[in-house]
């Protein structure tokens, strides 16, 4: 693996060579952007280029860090924390780290933290763990991964070298994604009956609902992409082709417009059952089925 496996802008690309050159890198740095497994894989990555032991090119692959590193069990690596929405990363984890940061390291001459989901860090986490970004020992280095930088305390981020992997993307969980494809496909038929049976999967299941109408948004977001630019790069390629087929842009617009709206309802508690209803109705009607 190397930088080119990842989606970084050609400046970000230069700095990180230019570190890894020096063997300089800088004590913070904060991953945004993209999926929370894009940026756990560049944090390990990153990791792994702070320990290679190589002189020549980062990581080498060869040395006893980099090899521990393939194998996930390098020592000198400690993880925590989860990047995902919702999850919470408590003020005593921050302590923990902040504890832990002034022991030696175990193989090599440094120690790497990554810090993932640094957005669900509230401020006592990001105070309590500034006092150690404030001032860490020479052998650490701490990587925090978090979907968009302007989640942080500019406090932390004045402390660290920010690196954008692009536009942060939302991961849905497999069945939701199948849920939201069924559902923005039942569309297509002419029966109503298809649409009610599609959402019927989510009637039951309301700890679903907003994975589910997220996923429903990219998907029309993604046709509307694709009619205005013809290139269909969606992770949905095939439903939003054969969406695309079916419906104008106009009413692709028209589904975003009602799957926004029900979703500003459900968060705002609006009766469950009521609201699938609403959802079937809506989109029905704006078929004209
Ligand atoms: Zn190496």
Known sequence: MTLDNFNLSSSDREIINSFADKNAFPHTVLIEGSTPQERTDFANFLANMILCASDGKKPCGICRACIKCAANSNPDIKAYGEDKSGSSFKVELSREIRQDAFVLPNDSDKKVYILKGAQNMNDSSENALLKILEEPPRFDFFILTCESKNSMLDTIL??????????????????????????????????????????????AKKDMFEDTAECIKVIFTDCVKFKQT?????????????LCNRFSQKKLFSFLNIISRLELRFKQNANYNLLITSMCAELCDAVGK
């Open 158 to 203: 004045s402390r660290s070298s920010v690196i954008s992997l692009g536009e942060a993307k939302r991961e849905f969980s497999p069945q939701a994604v199948e849920t939201a494809e069924k559902i923005a496909l039942s569309l297509i038929g002419t029966s109503e009956l298809a649409t009610l049976e599609a959402l019927s999967q989510l009637s």
């Open 230 to 242: 013809q290139i269909n790069e969606s992770a949905y390629c095939k439903t939003v082709e054969r």
